[in-house]
T-cell receptor, first 116, second 110 residues
Framework: GAGVSQSPSNKVTEKGKDVELRCDPI?????LYWYRQSLGQGLEFLIY????????KSGLPSDRFSAERTGGSVSTLTIQRTQQEDSAVYLCASSTRDSSYNSPLHFGNGTRLTVT | KNEVEQSPQNLTAQEGEFITINCSYS?????LHWLQQHPGGGIVSLFM???GKKKHGRLIATINIQEKHSSLHITASHPRDSAVYIC????????????FGKGTKLSVKP
């Protein structure tokens, strides 16, 4: 497929467990973004990767959250010791460069995380 | 801190009506996005603009940098336009760090 792929689409985990969410961006897209959408809340920025530059991690809510992008392609968002407030839809997006000018964002369908 | 305010929060229209959704922000930006989120949750980028006006089909987006305001217009609205429309702004050095509005839920009745 040509779109942004996220897996799993749904994840239910027990409080305290670690989870990994995966994002496969569109081939050739150098910019990759993670956002989350909590129930009743708007979208919020988590982390942004652009090429080989250091990622912008300013949106990560705590040190339990981390993300990496291997080989400039696939990205993994890891949440350690999950808490109930981590329950949300985690969205990944990619673009050909940064989100400026004529580089629109392409979103994946998200991973719905439920922490019980 | 940049705030992004959208209005209205909810909007119900009859098929064929002209629709306007507004977005205001508080500090200078480098780009503004209009996104559409379908009832199933998928998000589609409609427009990205930093000045002027863009048009795609029945959709028109405008931005006034001086007034820190953008509008999304839908002409000849159709029930398939029913969705949540989200405004997001990029500012400062990190273009990926977007600030999102809370969205406008549009329902177009046949």
């Amino acid at each position: 497929g040509a779109g942004v792929s996220q897996s799993p689409s749904n994840k239910v985990t027990e409080k305290g467990k670690d989870v990994e969410l995966r994002c496969d961006p569109i081939s050739g897209h150098t910019a990759l973004y993670w956002y989350r959408q909590s129930l009743g809340q708007g979208l919020e920025f988590l982390i942004y990767f652009q090429g080989n530059s250091a990622p912008d991690k300013s949106g990560l809510p705590s040190d339990r959250f981390s993300a990496e992008r291997t080989g400039g392609s696939v990205s993994t968002l890891t949440i350690q010791r999950t808490q109930q407030e981590d329950s949300a839809v985690y969205l990944c997006a990619s673009s050909t460069r940064d989100s400026s000018y004529n580089s629109p964002l392409h979103f994946g369908n998200g991973t719905r995380l439920t922490v019980t | 801190k940049n705030e992004v305010e959208q209005s209205p929060q909810n909007l119900t229209a009859q098929e064929g009506e002209f629709i306007t959704i507004n977005c205001s922000y508080s500090v200078g930006i480098s780009a503004l996005h209009w996104l559409q989120q379908h009832p199933g949750g998928g998000i589609v980028s409609l427009f990205m603009l930093s000045s002027g006006k863009k048009k795609h089909g029945r959709l028109i987006a405008t931005i006034n940098i001086q007034e820190k305001h953008s509008s999304l217009h839908i002409t000849a609205s159709h029930p398939r336009d029913s969705a949540v429309y989200i405004c997001a702004v990029a500012y400062g050095g990190s273009q990926g760090n977007l600030i999102f509005g809370k969205g406008t839920k549009l329902s177009v009745k046949p």
